[in-house]
């Protein structure tokens, strides 16, 4: 009961600091080092209401010196205030467009400039990806994408190959990130909630790479980042031992 409570005044929080941001996303709309600007100050803000450590191996290749698409895995719920911790300045997300309707956050990641998709719409979809593609070479931006498309709630889901075939359209390296398992290492009946562990592996080229290489790249990618979440879950100081 207590974590319900909490999510659902972590909602309220996250919503009340949306509107806050506002006139920044007024004054400069779609502007390159909107989402960074903002996830610098929220990601402190719900680190910590939610009482979480942040362990993160090789932070700086989340600055990337070339347009790169980073890809990460979706667990839960949680992952909305845990993953502002991945952009910086000069990145942007892809998301589904049914976010514009969340109070407050929607209009934020609508006017911070991050790419709404209606995935229901697949030849929508497909053009969205060639326009973000352009869009990330043209102003050197870096793109946030969740490829399970959505929360695994701990059951980890095949790669959807959308990002892949952005990164090959782009000839932009790929850059994996692993979060360790919330279930596993963490404890939101506490204050407290404990260490989460978040590992940015080596980027991958996608140079020479054509579309035909998007299966074989998201299996590869999705090997890596599952291996990763299992490493690093059992490092984590709050481990339940589960996957021994």
Known sequence: MFYKIRLIFAYVLLALFAMMMIPLVILRPMH????????????EVMKSYWGVNFDIGHPERLDPKQATVIISNHQSSE???FCMR????????????????????????FLAG??????????KAKLALEKSA?????????LLIFPEGTR??????????????????AQAPIQPVAFAWHSKTLNYNKLKSGTLKMSCLEPISTEGLTQDDAPELAKKCQL??????????????GYDGSLD
């Open 32 to 43: 390159r080092n909107n989402m960074g600007d903002i996830c610098a100050t929220g990601f």
């Open 79 to 81: 992952d909305l205030f």
């Open 86 to 109: 991945m952009v910086r300045r000069g990145t942007v997300s892809l998301v589904k467009w049914e976010m514009i309707y969340i109070p407050f956050i929607g209009a934020i990641f």
């Open 114 to 123: 991050n790419i709404m998709v209606k995935r229901e719409h697949k030849d």
């Open 134 to 142: 352009k869009k990330m070479i043209d102003k050197n931006l870096n």
């Open 152 to 169: 695994n709630w701990g059951k980890p889901l095949p790669f959807k190959l959308g990002a892949f075939k952005l990164a090959i359209e």
């Open 224 to 237: 890596l980042i599952e291996q990763e979440t299992i490493r690093i879950t059992k490092l984590a100081p």
